[in-house]
């Protein structure tokens, strides 16, 4: 029995829900840290949004006969997020000036690694049932 693809990625969407649910009952707490809520909850919209792209593509590459689809379609999915990410973080540091979050941007890359685990764990539990 297959999975549908919203059961796939189900748990890549309970980790925004629960990661948005920490930013928001913890946005006085964050303040303190000098960490901006808003920063932090656009990087987790993002990470997730890249992220189900990912899913999605590695699910079509796992259809395929040929093995290195897979492969490259894990490591191009990757390098897609870190591409995305680190774009992301450039055009905020840019535009915010004297109002910037570093301390965000250092809480969005935890989250980059978070995201990524995940992903590739979900991928290979996709690839282990093929």
């Known amino acids: 029995m297959q999975k549908t693809y919203f059961s796939t990625i ?3 969407l309970g980790l925004y ?3 948005n649910t ?3 009952i913890l946005e006085k707490q964050l303040t303190q840290y000098h960490i901006n809520n ?3 909850m656009g990087s987790n919209f993002l990470l997730v949004l890249v992220s189900c792209f990912n899913v999605w593509m590695h699910r079509k590459a796992a259809e395929n006969k040929n093995p290195h689809v897979f492969s490259r379609s894990v490591m191009g999915g990757t390098f897609l997020k870190l591409m995305v ?3 992301a973080a450039v ?3 840019l535009a915010a000036g004297e109002k910037r979050s570093v ?3 250092f ?5 980059y690694i978070v995201y990524t685990v995940l992903e590739v764990r979900i991928t290979l539990q996709l690839n282990q049932k093929k």
């Open 107 to 111: 809480v969005s890359m935890f989250l």
């Open 10 to 12: 189900s748990t890549l």
């Open 22 to 24: 920490i930013a928001f």
């Open 91 to 93: 055009i905020y540091l």
């Open 17 to 19: 829900v629960v990661i």
């Open 85 to 87: 990410s680190g774009a």
């Open 38 to 40: 808003q920063v932090l």
């Open 103 to 105: 301390y965000a941007i």
